[in-house]
């Protein structure tokens, strides 16, 4: 508003004086004449010029001269885009105003070009670490993925381990029956009284000549016939006992063969599931160790009941069992009771499973140790090696089933409980063919 009231007073102010010297000349014209008249529009003419040019000059000098300036100022700032630098003010009218303004401008784009730097400089700091820290994750990555491949390797190599203990140790149980029946066969053929023939023979070659008047004249040869009946009836008993020990060492060779190809069988995932009855598999079980519970002198109590046939792996149902028995045997063993007691039982109280029970009154399990007893290489036995309860436990989870203990105390027994399943064929190859999904085989 200053500087267009400026201009309005300079305009005015010339109108004002051309009037005056318009009304001066109209005044004097009638009284100079016609001369004066040309003179005085010429003065007229010369006084509009000159302050056509007072004007311009005003305008020039107070407008376009500081926006010519102003112009100048913001191109220069804008090329040296040094946003710090200032526009000097002059006056305090309108473009003064314009120059102000276009200060504090300035220092808000000076301020928000501070702004910006520092944003990208943080920018960049934050891309320069999110570079390193992707860096760092891709090694972090790579190094977890060959943590990743060594670890599947060693869970192969302790899968394979796993199975491999478990499966000496079956041998193993096994080897110390046949062990015992080798070794009796081979006392029994060493005290054999059948080397007296030697001595008839030696005899009957001597007087062979005269065979009828030694044997019915001589009073040693009189004795040959009774002896060689006795030496009979003796070889009869010792054949029966041979007999059955080398049926028991067959039996146990067999077991071993067929933990073998049990073990085979599942490199191939090939289902070795037959039809079994339970009670006859608990009893083929308790073959395999009645010479430890005769010879340690432990009382044997069945409870069975009839249950439905099981369609199951019967070699691995076999292989717990007999792990079952054998620490029930090894407690006894270690236990200062004098009565030694093996209970076993079958029950049918759970819709889904049928329950084996192995109760032994012998040492017991500490309350500390229950949770541990299952763990591969744990065991409290003085001789132990902590191997086959850890492989029953596999085995039954293998099958769909389960195993527990139980036991209130040392000295105060326990109770091995089996769980095995009720499936038909068709039930225990649904299950197979989601372990085959879902479990790798161990090479």
């Known amino acids: 508003m200053k500087l ?19 009304v001066v000349m109209s005044g004097t014209t009638y009284f100079m004449g016609l001369n004066f008249i040309y003179k005085s529009i010429g003065i007229v003419i010369f006084s509009g010029i000159i302050l056509f040019l007072m004007i311009e000059f005003f305008i020039k000098k107070i407008i376009l001269d500081r926006l010519f300036a102003f112009k100048n100022a913001l191109n220069d700032i804008t090329i040296k885009k040094d946003f710090n630098q200032k526009i000097p003010v002059e006056g305090k009218d309108e473009i003064a105003d314009l120059v102000e303004n276009s200060n504090k401008m300035l220092d808000v784009i000076s301020a928000s070009q501070m702004q910006l730097v ?25 190094e977890l993925a060959r943590l990743n491949s060594n670890m ?21 149980n096994t080897l110390n029956s046949v062990n015992v029946s080798a070794a009796l066969i081979n006392e029994k053929i060493a005290k054999s009284e059948i080397d007296n023939l030697l001595l008839v023979a030696k005899l009957l070659e001597n007087h062979q000549d005269n065979m009828d008047n030694y044997l019915a004249h001589n009073a040693k040869g009189k004795q040959i016939p009774g002896f060689i009946i006795m030496l009979a009836a003796k070889w009869q008993a010792q054949k029966a006992l041979l007999m059955e020990e080398s049926s028991d060492l067959l039996k146990n060779i067999d077991l071993i063969k067929e933990v073998i190809a049990s073990q085979q069988g599942l490199s191939t995932m090939i289902s070795t599931n037959e039809h079994c009855k339970l009670s006859n598999l608990i009893d083929d079980a308790l073959f395999f160790c009645k010479k430890d519970i005769k010879t340690r002198h432990i009382n044997l109590i069945k409870n069975y009941i009839d249950t439905p046939d099981l369609y199951i792996d019967r070699i691995k149902v076999l292989q717990i069992l007999v792990n079952l028995v054998k620490n029930a045997i090894e407690s006894l063993t270690e236990s200062i009771i004098q009565e030694k007691i093996i209970t076993i039982q079958i029950k049918a109280d759970n819709p889904d499973y049928v329950v084996i029970e192995i109760i032994d009154n012998g040492v017991g399990i500490d309350e500390d140790n229950l949770d541990k007893i299952f763990q591969f290489g744990f065991t409290t036995k003085i001789q132990g090696h902590g191997i086959g309860l850890h492989g029953s436990c596999n085995s039954a989870q293998e099958l769909g089933g389960k195993l527990s203990v139980h036991s209130n105390g040392v000295n105060k027994g326990a109770t091995l409980t089996l769980l095995l399943p009720y499936e038909t064929a068709e039930t225990t190859g649904d299950r197979l063919g989601r372990n085959q999904t879902d479990t790798p085989v161990a090479d």
Request: no cysteine.
């Open 4 to 22: 267009l009231m400026k201009i309005r007073l300079m305009i005015i102010a010339t109108l004002l004086v051309i009037i005056s010297i318009v």
């Open 118 to 142: 520092n944003m990208i400089t943080n920018i960049t700091n934050t891309n320069s670490q999110l570079n390193s820290e992707i860096k760092a994750r891709e090694a972090a990555e790579a």
């Open 152 to 172: 599947i390797i060693a869970s192969r190599r302790a899968g394979m381990a796993d199975v491999a203990s478990s499966v000496l140790h079956n041998i193993g």
